[in-house]
């Protein structure tokens, strides 16, 4: 095909100054927590909250609890579908930075890249064509996420990607109220008490096509497992600085955004339900709007609609008919 799928990636630091960007999807935790009157203390509350998260978990060495700090970046990906310079926001992720405090240098570490997940499609496909087909709970079309899943990894298989990260993104996400989790044997020295389920849910399956296999955990005196999304070994390889990143900073957004999950008084059991009417809980001082959100995701999902996929329609469907990840890599090495 002519058309060469060229992508770009744009970083912004996301720390008490952080303003969206004009096509940053609304939806994503840290825009959600950038606007209005409080957000300058929303911010400096949330990433005090991830770096008392990160010391907790990264004891060694570090009595007082205060040796590291995370530097965070928004990692903003676009596609330009036809190679005219015209490119569409297609995900945002967030890349972490370790710095720490007790070196003379302020020694930089490699945090994790993935993290947060932010996707115009994705509210495409759930907020736009499941409606649109009447799906029932966890009902779905046969193709329901593979343009998605092909785009996703197109851009992290491609050299741009590469460039910019030397390992693939972990996407760490709330589990998931549709399922019942079971408490395993197995504990890992810092993701912690591994869970599991029976059967997929509807975003396992979405990530499914994107390459990513889930694991559950329950961190150290965290409250609920969070699922783990990747492609490869997620207990291999990954350093430790990297899972804590990647604790330290989802964790803290979803004791945020969904504080009945993951801010409760008491922690998940052997048998475990997440369910967001559990009363038991405490609010975090950071103002979050969640039913804006909500509103926000079906909105932004039209747009993606009226801007993505009905222009480039048929430019996709003979892409995606087309499309191997084994494809991308022999082009590449061409």
């Known amino acids: 095909m002519s058309t060469t799928f060229q992508c770009s990636i744009k970083r912004i630091r996301f720390d008490e100054n952080y303003e969206p960007a004009n096509n940053t ?26 770096n008392n998260r990160f010391n907790s978990l990264a004891t060694v060495d570090n009595p007082k609890g205060d040796r590291y700090s995370l530097e965070i970046d928004i990692i903003s990906a676009e596609i330009d579908i036809e190679g005219n310079g015209q490119a569409f926001p297609f995900i945002e992720t967030l890349k972490s930075t370790i710095i720490d405090h007790h070196t003379h240098t302020n ?14 499609v994705r509210d495409y496909d759930f907020s736009v064509v499941l409606p649109s087909l009447g ?26 990607f590469k460039a910019e990260f030397n390992k693939q993104p972990v996407i760490c996400l709330s589990v998931s109220t ?21 059967d997929y849910s509807r975003t396992d399956e979405y990530f499914a096509k994107m390459g990513l296999s889930v694991r559950y955990f329950k961190p150290e005196n965290g409250n609920a497992p969070l699922a783990f999304y990747c492609a490869g070994d997620l207990l291999r390889d990954y350093t430790d ?14 004791r945020i955004y969904r504080p009945e999950i993951y801010n409760t008084n008491s922690p998940a ?37 009226e801007n993505f996929i009905k222009p480039y329609k048929d430019i996709l469907d003979e892409w995606a008919a087309n499309f191997t990840v084994v494809n991308v890599q022999q082009n590449q090495a061409a």
């Open 107 to 120: 020694e930089r570490i490699e945090g994790m890249i993935g993290n947060s997940f932010s996707s115009y």
């Open 25 to 50: 999807r609304l939806t994503t935790n840290f825009a959600n927590l950038a606007r209005g009157e409080s957000r300058q203390e929303n911010l400096r509350r949330t990433l005090a909250m991830i």
């Open 135 to 160: 799906c029932k709970f966890n009902e779905k079309p046969e193709d329901f996420g593979d343009l998605h899943g092909k785009l996703y990894q197109h851009l992290v298989n491609s050299e741009v």
């Open 241 to 254: 600085f990297e899972l804590i990143s990647a604790i330290s900073t989802m964790e803290s957004f979803q």
């Open 269 to 305: 059991g052997v048998v475990y339900q997440p369910s967001l009417s559990y009363g038991d809980y405490s609010l975090t001082r950071i103002v979050y709007d969640r039913i804006e959100r909500g509103e926000l995701a079906v909105k932004q999902g039209k747009w993606t609609e």
């Open 178 to 198: 549709t399922k019942t989790y079971y408490r395993t044997a197995n504990v890992h020295p810092i993701l912690g008490v591994e869970y599991t389920n029976e």
